[in-house]
């Protein structure tokens, strides 16, 4: 998977896009170019901790990334508990929902 959705295309996937709840993230998801975006909220803590879940989020989806059949546009939207999760606990959790996701993909 790539990184770097344009703003427009992060809002578009983030407002309209098909969810899926996890402990430690939520999916949002549309068809397109395979591509990842981030929301981590103040919610989750100061600046720096917050950068921190992102970079963590970051790595977990390198870790779990597989190719999907059918290619999406994904925003991956932190939830306060990611900050003092274990990174073997969120790779599960992220794959667990990837799964999910590719699953309500596929039965359309």
């Given at each position: 998977m790539k990184t770097g959705l344009t703003r427009a295309r992060f809002e578009e996937v983030f407002s309209t896009g098909k969810r899926v709840q996890a402990k430690f993230c939520r999916l949002m998801a549309l068809p397109g170019e395979g591509r990842v975006g981030f929301a981590v909220s103040r919610k989750v803590g100061s600046i720096a901790r917050r950068n921190r879940v992102r970079r963590r989020l970051?790595?977990?989806?390198?870790?779990?990334?597989?190719?999907?059949?059918?290619?999406?546009?994904?925003?991956?939207?932190?939830?306060?508990?990611?900050?003092?999760?274990?990174?073997?606990?969120?790779?599960?959790?992220?794959?667990?929902?990837?799964?999910?996701?590719?699953?309500?993909?596929?039965s359309e």
């Open positions: 970051a790595a977990a989806v390198r870790e779990c990334a597989e190719p999907p059949d059918r290619e999406l546009d994904i925003v991956v939207g932190a939830r306060p508990e990611a900050a003092d999760a274990d990174f073997i606990e969120i790779v599960a959790d992220l794959k667990q929902a990837l799964t999910k996701m590719r699953e309500r993909w596929e």
